[in-house]
């Protein structure tokens, strides 16, 4: 396995599990982003503040986490991830992202974090279907292309 990175992996499953649960335990909602970011089309009064806040703090995260990481954990790379697509395909694919968690009812922390937890059977389906598409693109462009 390359660039297995067990301490930043378990320390950011932790963050993420703890942040799952204050959202339940405090405000009773699911921490699934497509089903958050889309509660706010069209939005509802009373519903929006717990919304933005939660959405506003993802890239606020990632940005205190790529600050701070490196210089605890040696592990953490300071490098920016790079893409081999221009400006045209990252829309595509933004857009192919959004249709699947709108077929799919829910994208992949929805399903997999919170869904699991909660023991939903559509969760457990669409987990299995993310992770054996995922095995099999892995095999396909390693090994057969």
């Known amino acids: 396995m390359e660039n297995f990175t067990p301490l930043s992996a378990t320390i950011g499953g932790a963050l993420i599990g703890l942040a799952v649960t204050m959202l339940w335990s405090f405000a009773g909602r699911t921490a699934g982003v497509s089903g958050i970011f889309g509660g706010l089309l069209p939005p509802i009064r009373g519903d929006i503040a717990w919304r933005v806040a939660f959405l506003v703090g993802l890239p606020v995260g990632?940005?205190?986490?790529?600050?701070?990481?490196?210089?605890?954990?040696?592990?953490?790379?300071?490098?920016?991830?790079?893409?081999?697509?221009?400006?045209?395909?990252?829309?595509?694919a933004g857009l192919l992202v959004g249709a699947g968690t709108r077929i799919g009812r829910g994208c992949t922390s929805g399903h997999g974090v919170c869904g699991l937890a909660r023991l939903s059977v559509r969760s457990m389906c669409a987990v299995g279907v993310f992770m054996s598409v995922a095995a099999l693109v892995v095999y396909a462009t390693r090994h057969a292309l």
């Open 62 to 92: 990632a940005a205190l986490g790529a600050a701070f990481a490196p210089r605890v954990l040696p592990e953490v790379t300071t490098a920016a991830p790079t893409f081999d697509l221009g400006p045209i395909g990252l829309v595509i």
